[in-house]
């Protein structure tokens, strides 16, 4: 079953705007992972946020974390036409210290 | 190497026909996975690999897979009498295992399979 579940599913953008994603899950978290897939094949790793932390960075992405509310939010700034991909988050949890489990993602489009 | 490395990296074949798709995995990573995409599932957790012991194959749709891993290293996925519903992307990872809920996943390009 799918644990996260991003939103928007679909988001399209001009070249320079800020996109959020963001992505909420059921059970209790180990850390939360975003990740970015082209084009359908292979996926990226953008950031990792352990569940002890509330903010990280990594260039233009700025990714919280509120596990009160079980919810992550995925912040791209300053966005470009490289951009345009499909994002997803996915979680490390509990019992399953190794297994991920994923979203169903965000397809980003950034317009030129 | 570099990365996760998969091949083949499309594979088309008959219903019925069994295929084999092979993972290489970060050099030093003692932990593997595979994935599997399809359009209805979304991303799906299929099997662990720690070292060249599966602790974890509950994601395994049924007893047509297997897989296994060799030396610590290169793992393959095996599909027995393949069917329609087998189509999808079939993707690898790596990790180094040290402290595994706190890890990085590095995942290969993946292998496109549609079954005829």
């Known amino acids: 079953s799918q644990q996260g579940e991003e939103d928007p599913q679909a988001l399209s953008i001009q070249e320079g705007e800020n996109a959020t994603m963001n992505c909420s899950y059921k059970?209790?978290?180990?850390?939360l992972q975003w990740y970015r897939q082209n084009s359908g094949r292979g996926l990226v790793h953008l950031i990792l946020?352990?569940?002890?932390?509330r903010e990280k960075h990594s260039g233009r992405l700025r990714v919280t974390l509120d596990t009160s509310k079980k919810s992550s939010s995925l912040l791209i700034t300053a966005s470009r036409a490289a951009d345009t991909a499909s994002y997803f988050c996915?979680?490390?949890?509990?019992?399953?210290?190794?297994?991920?489990?994923f979203g169903k993602g965000t397809l980003l489009t950034v317009n030129p | 190497g570099a990365g996760v490395s998969q091949s083949p990296s499309n594979k088309v074949t008959e219903k019925g026909k069994d295929v084999e798709l092979r993972c290489d995995p970060i050099?030093?990573?003692?932990?593997l996975y595979w994935y599997r995409q399809s359009l209805g599932q979304g991303l799906e957790f299929l099997i662990y690999?720690?070292?060249?012991?599966?602790?974890?194959k509950s994601g395994l749709p049924s007893d047509r897979f297997s897989a296994e891993r060799t030396g610590g290293s290169v793992s393959t996925l095996t599909i027995q009498r393949t069917q329609q519903e087998d189509s999808a992307v079939y993707l690898c990872?790596?990790?180094?295992?040290?402290?595994?809920?706190?890890?990085?996943?590095?995942f290969g390009p993946g292998t496109r399979l549609l079954v005829l």
């Open positions: 996915a979680t490390n949890s509990g019992g399953s210290n190794y297994k991920l489990t």
């Open positions: 990872a790596s990790s180094l295992a040290e402290r595994l809920y706190q890890e990085t996943q590095y």
């Open positions: 690999f720690q070292g060249n012991s599966a602790p974890d």
């Open positions: 946020i352990r569940s002890n932390e």
């Open positions: 059970t209790s978290i180990n850390n």
């Open positions: 050099s030093g990573h003692t932990a």
